[in-house]
Nanobody, 126 residues
């Protein structure tokens, strides 16, 4: 059974940092790209960042580029999202997901992901 479990969310102030983790099980994740998406209150879920199966290929939304860093540890089947200089507009539930096919294809497209975690909430106060 494939499972993704996010952790690390919380309530912080603007300018603070957080590191989210996503522990995966039930699949050989070292061959799949993985990503982070978020959904703010009243908005649709959107792409945040993704990382290719080897860790060499990363992709970021423009809104987080330069502030967020995605990484992965394939030995631990875990991906991370380091979020620096958080802003109130980063407030959302953050989800990790894994692509449905091995390799790195359209990593910013939600349709390419088949398994999702339940999310971890990040709230940034001004």
């Amino acid at each position: 059974q494939v499972q993704l479990v996010e952790s690390g969310g919380g309530l912080v102030q603007a300018g603070d940092s957080l590191r989210l983790s996503c522990a995966a099980s039930g699949r050989t994740y070292s061959t799949y790209a993985m990503g982070w998406f978020r959904q703010a209150p009243g908005k649709e879920r959107e792409f945040v960042a993704a990382i290719g199966y080897s860790g060499d290929n990363t992709l970021y939304a423009d809104s987080v580029k330069g502030r967020f860093t995605i990484s992965r540890d394939n030995d631990k089947n875990t991906i991370y999202l380091r979020m620096n200089n958080l802003k109130p507009e980063d407030t959302a539930v953050y989800f990790c997901a894994t692509e449905s096919a091995p390799g790195d294809y359209g990593m910013n497209l939600q349709a390419n992901y088949d398994y999702w975690g339940h999310g971890t909430r990040v709230t940034v106060s001004s």
